[in-house]
Structures are given as structure tokens and as C-alpha cells.
């Protein structure tokens, strides 16, 4: 049986060579076609130049800010906190926490010494 078998491949061996031929080149048009139009969906990297955020100054040791003018009011001084958490913590609208506090759960307040006087302190994880 195994000699038959070998003896047919010898007879046909170009035909193999070609049908294996052509099946090997058909996979890989097909796979490098594939990767072809996944890069297309990517959008290319653009660099852009350099952003203006205004001007720095150094200042000197004689013209420091005095106390009044270096304690800023932050732009958005609003606190959320939890109405089912034991722990009384608020967080700033740009913390991780106050995004998963779930909307139906969320206590606003408009300033952080409002938190402050109904009990809530500031979370850990969570920088002014």
C-alpha cells in the first residue's frame, strides 16, 4: 500500500508541486492582505508643533508672592461625595473616586469647606 502510494507521488510530483505551490502563495496573499487593510485603519501619528501655554517667569527672592496671592481658589472648587458610604469621603470632580460614584448615589457641594462642615473629609487618593 505504502509503495503504491509513493510510487503515484513519484508519478505525479509536478502536480503536487504545483497544487502546494499555488495553495502556499493563495495563504499568503490572503494574510498579507489582511494586514494591509488593518494598517490602513490605523491613524497616522502627527506631530505638531510646539504648544503655546503663555509665557513662564522665574520669579526672584525678593518679588515672592506674598500669601494671599500664591493661595489661588482652585477653577472648579466643587465636591462629590457618596450618600451610601460609611467612611464621609469627597473627592474633586478630576479624582478617580468621584467617577465611580454612581449618579443616583452623588452629593454635590459647591465648595470644599462645605464638605468639610457636614462631616466629609478628603479622600487619599485624591490631590487639590
Known sequence: ?????????KIHQAEFILVISVGLISFASYNLGK??????LKTPLAIRGP??????TVNNAEES???SES??????????????T??????FLWCPGA???AVANKITFPTEAAAISA???LAANCKK
Request: positive net charge; without cysteine; proline residues 8%.
Open 1 to 9: 500500500m505504502l509503495a503504491k502510494l509513493i510510487q503515484f507521488i
Open 35 to 40: 494586514i494591509a487593510a488593518y494598517q490602513s
Open 51 to 56: 504648544m503655546n501655554y503663555g509665557q513662564i
Open 65 to 67: 508672592p506674598t500669601p
Open 71 to 84: 493661595a489661588r481658589p482652585l477653577k472648579n472648587p466643587t465636591v462629590v461625595a457618596s450618600k451610601k
Open 86 to 91: 460609611k467612611s464621609k469621603l469627597y473627592h
Open 99 to 101: 467617577s465611580k460614584i
Open 119 to 121: 462631616g466629609y473629609t
